[in-house]
């Protein structure tokens, strides 16, 4: 099993930055790929981004490209997603999850295996 608690959430205005953590742990050797996802009120569950550990690969919604980051520390078994120029319409619960190897596409949610509990970003205009 692998667990995972995200972190750094909170309400920010437009234009501002967060930078959201998850912490894995357990067994994470066997899991070759984090993701954050979100979930705004009545929609559904939507990718955002996803990385490998050794972050050699990494993908993006076209709707946060060029303003979130998202990086992985091995040695931390910690991956973050660093938001800048937060936009209302980014509003939403955001969960962290662990992809194995052999799950395809990384934009897909069911190619992921564990999921934390998620943490809300609100973003006022």
């Known amino acids: 099993q692998v667990q995972l608690v995200e972190s750094g959430g909170g309400l920010v205005q437009a234009g501002d930055s967060l930078r959201l953590s998850c912490a894995a742990s357990?067994?994470?050797?066997?899991?070759?790929?984090m993701g954050w996802f979100r979930q705004a009120p009545g929609k559904e569950r939507e990718f955002v981004a996803a990385?490998?550990?050794?972050?050699?690969?990494?993908y993006y919604a076209d709707s946060v490209k060029g303003r979130f980051t998202i990086l992985a520390d091995r040695a931390k078994n910690t991956v973050h997603l660093q938001m800048t120029s937060l936009k209302p319409e980014d509003t939403a619960v955001y969960y962290c999850?662990?992809?194995?190897?052999?799950?395809?596409?990384?934009?897909?949610?069911?190619?992921?295996?564990?999921w934390g509990q998620g943490t809300q970003v609100t973003v006022s205009s």
């Open positions: 990385i490998s550990w050794s972050g050699g690969t990494a």
């Open positions: 357990g067994r994470t050797s066997s899991t070759y790929a």
């Open positions: 999850a662990a992809k194995p190897y052999y799950q395809t596409p990384w934009t897909r949610r069911e190619s992921y295996m564990y």
